[in-house]
């Protein structure tokens, strides 16, 4: 039996270890990693013949992340840039024979054709999406919004001819029972949501200021 002793250059030793690319996630994210896992009606205790409850989570985690709201409503011939009510210019009304269907603008609000019935969560249980165990913060929850790519002149004048709008991802911040509405903010060319300062946005952007 021999003393254990050190190779004298350790550090080329271990860059010899490398066995290849990590698979951590390195990419910074405001999001939990909870909040883009899908909801499955499938118990933790694997049955005979079906797939366990990680397999089917990751199934459908992919299969969401092919599905894009923009080109599912462009395959049906619907323009989200039409979407959003605008104001009645008169002036500007083209021909008759100019339009598909009819010379009318759109004025059905979109809450109208609104249908929770078969969401598979709630409000409050896509918003608790942001809270991870052990922190006292909670955190933006990934999705997606029509809003106007003009911001300032979306908040002066959501209606105006002038805006276009697109489907944004947005990081939701808050959700008002009241008004049946969610509070969003656009996230970055990272991917981050963060205030004019760049500091991460949690817990609905209520400050200690307010």
Not at 53 to 60: D, G
Not at 78 to 105: A, C, G, Q, W
Not at 157 to 181: A, F, H, R
Request: with cysteine; proline share 9%; aromatic share 8%.
């Amino acid at each position: 039996v021999t003393q254990f002793k050190m190779p004298e250059d350790f550090k080329s030793v271990l860059d010899k270890q490398v066995v290849g690319p990590s698979t951590e996630t390195f990419t910074e994210s405001d999001f939990p990693v909870q909040s883009f896992k899908p909801k499955v009606q499938i118990p933790f205790k694997r049955l005979a013949g079906q797939s366990p409850r990680k397999v089917e989570v990751e199934r459908r985690r992919r299969l969401y992340l092919t599905l894009d709201i923009a080109e599912l409503l462009s395959s049906k011939g619907i323009d989200s840039n039409e979407l959003m009510p605008r104001h009645y210019d008169p002036d500007n009304m083209p021909p008759i024979e100019e339009t598909k269907d009819s010379v009318f603008p759109i004025y059905l609000p979109l809450k109208v054709f609104d249908n929770d019935e078969y969401d598979c969560r709630t409000p409050e249980e896509w918003i608790s999406l942001g809270l991870e165990p052990g922190s006292s913060d909670r955190k933006p929850v990934p999705g997606k919004a029509l809003l106007p790519t003009d911001d300032v002149l979306g908040h002066e004048d959501p209606k105006s001819q002038d805006l276009i709008y697109e489907w944004i991802n947005v990081g939701v911040l808050d959700y008002d029972k009241e008004t049946d509405l969610y509070l969003v903010h656009k996230t970055d060319k990272n991917g981050l949501v963060r205030d004019e300062e760049g500091r991460p946005i949690v817990n609905g952007g209520i400050t200690a200021e307010g």
